[in-house]
Nanobody
């Protein structure tokens, strides 16, 4: 249902763009989000974008000013542009679609982002 890509190895200060393609029952109505999880830590929300036009966004404090989430409802994608990356951004990043009504959330398989110092 969700296929993430774009992770990799980058030096501190560099940029990466993550992309997630939705399929199946996930539609433009579903809010979308990116989470990340580092070894030994809980999965945390990084950024979220509202359904439809995506006019509403949320960023965790550490992502504000550096990351930008966007969606393209025609391509059925949600992207996370990450700039000024820091070693502490190293994690597996997961794409998420918020389930509607009684639906469960949808999760992608995760993509590794490694930022070297």
């Amino acid at each position: 249902q969700l296929q993430a890509s774009g992770g990799g190895l980058v030096q501190a200060g560099g940029s990466l763009r993550l992309s997630c393609v939705a399929s199946g029952s996930i539609s433009s109505i579903n809010p979308m989000a990116w989470y990340r999880q580092s070894p030994g830590k809980e999965r945390e929300l990084v950024a979220r974008i509202s359904g439809g036009s995506g006019s509403s966004t949320y960023y965790t404090d550490s992502a504000k000013g550096r990351f930008t989430i966007s969606r393209d409802n025609v391509k059925r994608t949600v992207d996370l542009q990450m700039n000024s990356l820091k070693p502490e951004d190293t994690a597996v990043y997961f794409c998420n679609a918020v389930g509607l009504g009684t639906e469960s959330d949808y999760w992608g398989q995760g993509t590794q982002v490694t930022v070297s110092s």
